[in-house]
């Protein structure tokens, strides 16, 4: 039976890695070649600054060509070629090279804001922030996407290859939320076992708590809840666990939420409670269930 073909790594991220290391270097010579010089004082030389702003733009050229990057690889494997690459290596080093860009850009923001540089400094679509502003978090991470895809096999292969279990995608998910997200509770109790966060918010601030008691995942909440999660977290909108249990018809998750001892009378921004919200839902075995708990 013959082996199936392998797909070698894109020379283009060879190349790449190479300039990572490259700008790395230069960044670190820059600093060094500012700290030492004593005329300047803290104020850089035109020159340096010249320097400064050219990195700059070789690394917003890495940022944009990587997701490229990516979604050409996503779009032109097919799945027998995707189940070649080595355990996820691909992927794994993929991350790596977005995770260094991230660095590159940070360390170029520290170095303008220590030195005095004017102006702020390049984003990858071409405008601007101050040199103080973190980078913005890229929209695709691979051990993210792995985990909505409920793969934990992918998911310990890009652990083991160096992925970040706490990185967060473009709508500040973890692994853990994402796996929550989509339903896939088992996964999701193993990420927690693997070092995961209970505490870890996406842009709307919900914990992975308020997405497993969403899904109707006991088992996950009573984990959850044992490790220390707070049943009484409000996310952006003053939205408790119990109200996401409340609008999603759970009654189960009501109950173990009420069990657990989460305030039963939490408003949120607009004022409702959970029991209001259950009556403007006609919920009426869910307002009796409040009610016996004590809601007004």
């Known amino acids: 039976m013959p082996e199936p073909a392998t797909r070698a790594l894109p020379a283009i991220t060879v190349v790449q890695f190479a300039l990572i290391l490259a700008l790395g270097w230069f960044c670190f010579d820059l600093d060094a070649r500012l700290a030492a010089n004593p005329e300047t004082g803290p104020v850089a030389q035109p020159r340096d600054t010249e320097r400064l702003d050219e990195l700059d733009r070789k690394i917003a050229e890495m940022s944009q060509s990587l997701p490229v990057l990516v979604e050409s690889i996503d779009e032109e494997e097919s799945p027998t070629a995707r189940a070649t690459v080595v355990d996820g290596a691909l992927e794994a080093r993929l991350a790596g ?8 850009q940070r360390a170029l923001a520290q170095i303008a804001s220590e030195r005095n540089m004017p102006g702020g400094v390049a984003t990858v679509d071409g405008g601007s922030r101050a040199a103080d502003e973190p980078p913005p978090q890229p929209k695709n991470r691979p051990i993210v996407d792995a985990a909505k895809d409920g793969d934990l096999a992918r998911v310990q292969q890009l652990l083991a290859a160096g992925a970040d279990i706490h990185v967060t995608d473009g709508d500040s998910r973890t692994a853990i939320l994402a796996a929550f997200k989509a339903g896939h509770e088992q996964l999701g109790l193993d990420l927690l076992d693997l070092g995961a966060r209970h505490t870890d918010e996406d842009g709307n601030g919900d914990t992975p708590l308020f997405w497993a008691v969403a899904k109707g995942h006991e088992r996950a909440v009573r984990r959850l809840l044992e490790v220390g999660a707070d049943e009484n977290h409000r996310n952006h909108g003053k939205r408790t666990a119990l109200m ?7 009654t189960d998750m009501v109950r173990v939420l009420l069990d657990h001892g989460v305030d039963v009378n939490a408003r949120d921004e607009q004022g409702d409670t959970a029991r209001s919200l259950a009556e403007e839902a006609g919920r009426t075995r869910l307002v009796d269930l409040l009610e016996s708990y004590g809601a007004r």
């Open 97 to 104: 090279l977005e995770q260094a860009v991230e660095h590159l």
């Open 244 to 250: 996401r249990a409340v609008e999603s018809g759970r």
